[in-house]
């Protein structure tokens, strides 16, 4: 099983709302990851937990908070947001191993629009 | 520097041959990807090289490394109308960090 489920596909939100992204692997990975997606873009990192401990936060704004419950869940929390938060937001995990290549493995994304 | 560059477009026949390329800056990078975005869906691994290999090759994929001028590329034989999609490529350095460093992807156009 190599596979990153993300819930919910679709969301739309008000600017007043607080709404949360969910994420899930179980493949063992031990890194899971948070990215913002424009169309046509690459992906930007916006969070790193390894071994369920943030290590990577690019400053992203404070309107944005991440949660990892455990090893295998991922969350997102939402709050505030303004419309040019409006984004794919992408969930990955990778097996954070010495031994392996750490390939980075995505989920299908939720679309999110902010009105 | 940390610059991966790609073209941006490309528009090939159906049942030609692709070629996708890549360029990267850090000779430091261990390992090379290539991941594929169709529209409104999440981004598909496809394949990876590591830096000591000169070449991979996958069923209708063939990833070739030129290590000496930083040149990556994917070779898509026959292609198909489902190949249509942008193309990543990315590159991750040894280190702690291991943080992926993306190319502004490549979006393949297949005619019939």
């Known amino acids: 099983d190599t596979e990153v489920t993300q819930t919910p596909k679709h969301l739309v939100m008000g600017m007043t709302n607080k709404k949360s992204l969910k994420c899930e692997q179980h493949m063992g990975h031990r890194a899971m990851y948070w990215y913002k997606q424009k169309a046509k873009k690459p992906p930007e990192l916006m969070f790193v937990?390894?071994?369920?401990?943030?290590?990577i936060n690019e400053s992203v704004p404070s309107r944005f908070s991440p949660e990892c419950p455990n090893s295998s869940l991922l969350n997102l929390h939402l709050h505030a947001l303004q419309p040019e938060d409006s984004a794919l937001y992408l969930c990955?995990?990778?097996?954070?191993?010495?031994?392996?290549?750490?390939?980075?493995?995505f989920g299908p994304g939720t679309r999110l629009t902010v009105l | 520097g940390e610059d991966v560059e790609q073209s941006l477009f490309l528009s090939v026949r159906e049942g030609d041959s692709s070629v996708i390329n890549c360029t990267y800056t850090d000779s430091s990078s261990t390992y090379l990807y290539w991941y594929k975005q169709e529209p409104g869906a999440g981004l598909q691994l496809l394949t990876y090289i590591f830096s000591n290999m000169d070449m991979k090759q996958d069923q209708r994929l063939t990833v070739l490394l030129n290590k000496k001028d930083k040149h990556l590329s994917l070779r898509i034989a026959d292609t198909q109308t489902g190949d249509s999609a942008i193309y990543f490529c990315a590159e991750i350095k040894a280190g702690n960090n291991r943080k992926l460093i993306w190319g502004l992807g490549t979006s393949l156009a297949v005619n019939p």
């Open positions: 937990y390894s071994y369920e401990k943030l290590s």
């Open positions: 990955a995990s990778s097996p954070r191993d010495r031994d392996r290549t750490d390939t980075q493995y």
